[in-house]
């Protein structure tokens, strides 16, 4: 069974006499409605038949319904839970010269926000549900939407401020990949400095147009 009953069949959990029911209780009870509360509403009674049909073909072992940590033990550890989620945590190189940089704070929470795909650009604004008359960019003429990617990298004014830099812009590339591929390209100790202070400069062009 790929499904947790607690969420496939809510109507059902509401009436179980017992919220901490486990599934080898159902399969080895030989009536199942001895575990809710009657009478049940027609839609409990249709998930019923339905989570039946799966503990038929539900098969139960002695190792069924027992919790293990990621690390195969019974037993919880902190740092053992410290140390497997951090060894798997990929930062992109970017955020570390971010921090590293010779920059004003401000510049640097900015681009923070650019990192974090939390800069309030039209399309992060519609995923939030915020009703606008138009999400597309304004610096474009070919409508658009404006996504951080498109106004910091593909839009055409974006691309010609690169270009005046003599820096070329990967038409597939995202942020933290067009930094990489940035630094590579300016070859210079204080690359960073640059990249953002020119997002700055495409942002307030933005919103110059837009206020």
Same mark, same amino acid.
């Given at each position: 069974?790929?499904? &947790?009953?607690?969420? @496939? ?6 009436? &179980? ?14 009536? !199942? ?17 339905? !989570?039946?049909? /799966? ?7 002695? =190792?069924? /319904? ?5 690390? =195969? ?15 798997? =945590? ?10 590293? @940089? @010779? ?13 974090? /795909? ?44 690169? =270009? ?21 390209? !300016?070859? &210079?100790?204080?690359?960073?400095e640059i990249i953002i202070l020119m997002c700055w400069t495409i942002w307030k062009a933005r919103n110059g147009l837009i206020f």
């Amino acid at each position: 069974m790929n499904k &947790v009953p607690m969420h @496939s069949f809510p109507e059902l959990f509401s009436f &179980v006499k017992s919220k901490t029911t486990i599934l080898a209780a159902g399969k080895e009870c030989e009536n !199942l409605l001895d575990l809710f509360h009657l009478p049940l509403s027609q839609q409990a009674f249709h998930q019923l038949t339905i !989570l039946d049909s /799966d503990l038929q073909q539900l098969a139960v072992n002695e =190792n069924s /319904d027992q919790w293990t940590c990621i690390w =195969n033990s019974k037993s919880f550890s902190v740092a053992k839970a410290y140390k497997h989620l951090s060894r798997h =945590n990929i930062i992109p190189p970017s955020f570390r010269w971010l921090w590293h @940089s @010779s920059i004003q704070n401000k510049h640097k929470v900015f681009f923070w926000l650019i990192l974090k /795909d939390r800069l309030s650009t039209r399309e992060l604004l519609k995923r939030k549900n915020m009703e606008l008359q138009d999400y597309n960019c304004v610096l474009c003429i070919n409508p658009m939407e404006e996504s951080l990617n498109h106004l910091l990298l593909h839009c055409p004014f974006a691309i010609s401020c690169w =270009n005046w830099l003599q820096i070329q812009v990967n038409p597939d590339s995202n942020v933290p990949q067009a930094m990489e591929s940035f630094k590579a390209q !300016l070859q &210079v100790p204080f690359f960073m400095e640059i990249i953002i202070l020119m997002c700055w400069t495409i942002w307030k062009a933005r919103n110059g147009l837009i206020f």
